[in-house]
């Protein structure tokens, strides 16, 4: 499963980006996906992820959004209102089983088999 990202760029603070993670052509039913993001130096960072539910980390929550495409076949991270914090690199994931679902944190801290490539965002002050 090979997965591509799009969306990535330069915004101000306050503006808004869009990501979205294709799979080459397939689709993403019976997968749990989601979306990571890390800064050089940090831990990477779980930021959103969809299990039977959609789930944003508390420090994106009310700003963050990640939702499904028609028949699953991409998925998308919708930020808003952004900050020079939320600067970092942007990786989606997937996978069918990844193992630690049933940490605290669930899909958001799970690990995952499939990679994209990750595409860079960068928020102005």
């Known amino acids: 499963l090979q997965l591509v990202e799009t969306g990535g760029g330069l915004v101000e603070h306050g503006g808004s980006l869009e990501l979205s993670c294709a799979a080459s052509?397939?689709?993403?039913?019976?997968?749990?996906v989601a979306w990571f993001r890390q800064v050089p130096g940090k831990e990477r960072e779980g930021v959103a992820c969809?299990?039977?539910?959609?789930n944003v980390a508390e420090s994106v929550k009310g700003r963050f959004t990640i939702y499904e495409g028609p028949n699953r076949r991409a998925f998308y991270l919708r930020m808003d209102n952004l900050k020079p914090d939320d600067t970092a690199i942007y990786y989606c994931?997937?996978?069918?089983?990844?193992?630690?679902?049933?940490?605290?944190?669930?899909?958001?801290?799970?690990?995952?088999?499939?990679w994209g490539q990750g595409t860079q965002v960068t928020v102005s002050s």
């Open positions: 994931a997937a996978d069918k089983s990844p193992s630690g679902l049933t940490s605290e944190l669930g899909c958001l801290s799970a690990e995952y088999a499939h």
């Open positions: 969809i299990d039977s539910d959609l």
């Open positions: 052509g397939l689709s993403f039913v019976s997968y749990y």
